[in-house]
């Protein structure tokens, strides 16, 4: 961290993420100097420190395709060039169900997506010839030719292949351009690289924005030894879930965005029921959780405790995770059964039973994970904010005072989608060249009637 400059070319507010990509395009690509990025804790650990970790090109948004499709060939050309440092791995993400019926519908919409870019669709039924499946790529390859899905329903390939999914598993469908990949090891790279180009890292809060003449003027900082004014006429609003109270600094009305608390856990999985060669698995109907009798007959006599014995929402999904893939054995499982929005409001509270609940709907899925309920090796778990719009398109561009801009609302598809984010920014910063999906993104689409008339009916489906 260093001390403050009088005056600076840009000031962006917030070191996550989308702070650290818009430096990386402005400085290391663009070659403006003079950047300063405000962040209140440490870079990269609000929101950017709890995902996944995955990346995926599987959208049902035509503007998402298009935008996520172009933010993996650039971290694909970043993991070209550094080898590999962003640790990409392409094992593609497997959506598994029970119901034979999954096939029309995974159908369908693989046809719908495909139309939109994602790529071809193979099919693989038991009953007719169907060209040979290529599993994911032993060692852990990110640059392979597949794109879009395997939809799978021959149930000798299902138990050859996926031998760990459970035995009622009837339907596949393998998204190819999808994995997984270190988003610090990504954030701390693209850090380096804009402070090694003029970047400056100060620790301190954006308190206050002046604007004069309807432009910003400078940006007000609070640290530790009071508070500063930099001289600047370009302002990046990147505070993530605080989007909205940087927003009001400037005097605008909040931004089209809530915050939706998500949570995951990790466990070592010591008895190894998720294959180390796995790829991220997304169990696609809804879940049951695992009780004994006496559990069950107790819940039932709480009408308070009833929801916890009937179907709880889809979409679980885990991988196997830790920094050495193959040596560790280390679980990841994300579950989101409760999507209420709520204000932003940190140290970040998870409901106590959280890891427990997770477990038990696990183990309704892999009968072997109810040896871990109550008794999990290496137990952590945490969470965090998927800031999101409505449509969950993130916001990228200009906001309604000359000089300031936002990136946000990144909500579940920041550290995937963040090459594609910082250089869309920058572009707009610096007056470059923008790309088909910029006015998709831009916060002015929500000044358009016909869109306005689209939102009424949008389904923003496979948030994952
Ligand atoms: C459980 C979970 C799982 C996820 N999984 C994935 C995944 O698998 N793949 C994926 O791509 N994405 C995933 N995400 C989403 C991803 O983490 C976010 O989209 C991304 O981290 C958002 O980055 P950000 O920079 O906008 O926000 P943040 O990382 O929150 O950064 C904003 C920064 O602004 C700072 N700030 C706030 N107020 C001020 C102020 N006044 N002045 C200066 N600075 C300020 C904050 O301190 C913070 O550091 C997941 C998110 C969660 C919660």
């Known amino acids: 961290m260093r001390a403050l400059p009088a005056s600076a070319d840009v000031v962006i507010a917030g070191a996550g993420i989308a702070g650290i990509a818009t430096a990386y395009y402005l400085t290391a690509v663009h070659g403006v100097r003079d950047v300063v990025l405000i962040e209140p804790g440490a870079p990269m650990m609000l929101t950017s420190a709890k995902p996944v970790e995955g990346y995926r090109n599987w959208w049902g948004d035509g503007a998402m395709v298009q935008f996520m499709n172009h933010s993996l060939d650039l971290l694909e050309q970043l993991a070209d060039a550094t080898n590999n440092i962003p640790r990409m791995s392409r094992r593609g993400y497997l959506f598994a169900s029970a119901q034979p019926e999954s096939y029309a519908f995974f159908e369908r919409v693989s046809a719908e997506f495909a139309a939109l870019g994602v790529g071809a669709i193979r099919h693989h039924t038991g009953n007719r010839p169907h060209p040979a499946y290529t599993p994911p790529p032993a060692d852990d390859r990110y640059a392979t030719p597949l794109r879009g899905a395997d939809l799978i329903s021959d149930p000798a390939l299902i138990r050859t292949q996926f031998g760990y999914l459970p035995d009622n598993t009837r339907v596949l469908l393998h998204a190819r351009r999808c994995g997984w990949f270190s988003a610090s090891s990504t954030g701390g790279y693209l850090l380096a690289q804009a402070q090694a180009h003029g970047a400056h890292l100060i620790a301190g809060s954006v308190s206050g924005v002046q604007v004069a003449g309807g432009r910003v003027g400078g940006v007000q900082v609070t640290t530790a030894d009071g508070s500063h004014l930099i001289q600047t006429r370009t302002f990046v609003n990147a505070a993530g879930p605080f989007l909205n109270h940087v927003a009001g600094l400037l005097g605008l009305a909040a931004l089209p965005m809530y915050t939706e608390p998500h949570y995951k856990i990790a466990f070592r999985d010591v008895k190894r029921i998720v294959p180390r060669d796995a790829p991220l698995v997304i169990w696609f109907d809804p879940i049951r959780l695992v009780w ?31 920094p050495d893939i193959w040596q560790d054995d280390t679980v990841i499982v994300a579950w989101t059964y409760r999507t209420a929005p709520e204000p932003p409001s940190f140290p970040f509270a998870i409901e106590p039973r959280y890891p427990e609940l ?6 309704s899925i892999l009968p072997a994970a109810e040896a871990y309920i109550g008794n999990p090796v290496g137990l952590e778990y945490d969470g965090g904010y998927y800031n999101r719009t409505q449509e969950n398109r993130p916001l990228i561009g200009r906001l309604p005072i000359e000089g300031a801009y936002v990136l946000g609302a990144l909500s579940g598809f920041g550290l995937m989608g963040c090459l594609g984010a910082g250089e869309l920014l920058t572009a707009h910063i610096t007056g470059g060249a923008l790309p088909s999906y910029a006015d998709a993104f831009a916060p002015q689409r929500y000044a358009d009637p016909v869109y306005q008339q689209q939102l009424q009916n949008w389904q923003a489906a496979w948030q994952l």
């Open 358 to 363: 997770v477990l038990r709907g696990l183990a």
């Open 292 to 322: 004994r009798d006496d559990e069950r007959a107790a819940l039932e006599a709480d009408p308070a405790q009833h929801w916890l014995l009937g179907e709880l929402p889809a979409e679980m999904h885990w991988r196997p995770a830790g």
